[in-house]
């Protein structure tokens, strides 16, 4: 356990007698103190209102006790004060869901809306998911796929409980859907990932993080994301996103696809404080498009660290 409110040199020592590897890798992703104060600052919590089933306007006079204040790019999303969902009803009954902020961000940028074919290529737990049945106003289709079957039968859950009805669930690899040649209007690729980023909300990724690891999820990163935009229509938009900061993991895999597909990024354009991202680490460089990207360090916005892509296929 570390103490918030140590000093940022006990932090980095901390962290640096934990995992000295990471600390390495740390410094060079972002060595400012503000960083490693962030990193293991409680992440604050938060809500998203589930408008499938109340209005927006109702459930926040209802639970007006609890919300601090507005999500700025999600406009069902709110910070609150309390992380004792279970004695909120709202939450048991699906009208509100406990998400983490910045995992607001890639359905809001995935331009959705109703009678779209939607793939979600790791959808488990199923927060996303039920963003992405919101926006579409449950008309449509969407393939909530997960490769492992312990996650379905939480993401099957969420589902049930958040009145998703337009969700067919799959068990595949995501790479599976590579076959699927210009199907889908919108695609989403939260990849399994280092989880960095999540530092703050869980201390044991400090300890779990190996560099071998991350190679390895980055070559399986590139190839999801491959599989994911051979799945999505031509004009379709591609969303990839991960929880960690690692740029192997992030900046590289979106270098990857653009040097092997006609792929072109967009703009994310959100009132969200960002980071430049990376287009050189470690001697290696990427391609001056991944500007492009959305890139968020905990100390930003006062979240999870993020990454998120806007990918269009031309």
């Known amino acids: 356990m570390i103490d918030e409110n140590a000093s940022v040199e006990e932090i980095r020592n901390a962290i640096k007698s934990i995992n000295p590897k990471l600390y390495e890798r740390l410094v060079k992703i972002d060595n400012s103190d503000d960083f490693f104060r962030y990193t293991v600052k409680p992440i604050r ?9 109340a209005d927006i306007d109702y459930v926040v006079k209802r639970l007006e006790d609890i919300i601090v204040d507005r999500v700025p790019w999600c406009e ?23 998400q983490e902020a910045s995992s607001m961000i890639p359905p809001v940028v995935m331009e959705l809306e109703p009678n779209l074919i939607v793939l979600d290529i790791a ?21 909530a796929n997960d490769v492992k079957y312990p996650r379905l039968n939480i993401l099957i859950s ?48 400090i300890r779990l993080w190996r560099l071998k ?25 591609l969303v990839y996103s991960t929880c960690t900061l690692d740029p192997i993991e992030n900046e590289e895999v979106v270098d990857y696809l653009l040097r092997n597909t006609n792929a072109e990024l967009e703009n994310i354009r959100l009132p969200i404080k960002r980071r430049r991202p990376f287009t050189k680490f470690n001697e290696k460089e990427y391609l001056g498009e991944v500007r492009k990207c959305l890139r ?19």
């Open 45 to 53: 919590k938060s809500i998203r209102v589930n408008t499938l089933k």
């Open 76 to 98: 069902e999303g709110f910070f609150v004060n309390t992380d004792e969902f279970g004695r909120i009803p709202e939450h048991q009954l699906g009208i509100v869901f406990a």
């Open 123 to 143: 959808a488990a737990p199923g927060a996303k998911t039920t963003q992405i049945a919101q926006y579409m106003e449950n008309r449509g289709c969407i393939i």
């Open 158 to 205: 969420n589902l049930q409980k958040c009145g998703v009805l337009i969700a067919r669930v799959t068990m595949k690899d995501g790479r599976y859907f590579a076959r699927f040649e210009n199907r889908f209007d919108a695609v989403l690729v939260d990849v399994p990932c280092s989880n960095i980023g999540m530092i703050r909300k869980n201390y044991k990724y």
């Open 213 to 237: 690891e991350g190679y390895s999820l980055s070559k399986l990163q590139k190839e999801l994301l491959m599989a994911a935009y051979k799945a999505v229509k031509p004009g379709g938009v």
């Open 296 to 314: 968020i360090h905990p100390q930003d916005n006062d979240t999870e660290g993020f990454f998120v892509a806007k990918i269009v296929k031309t």
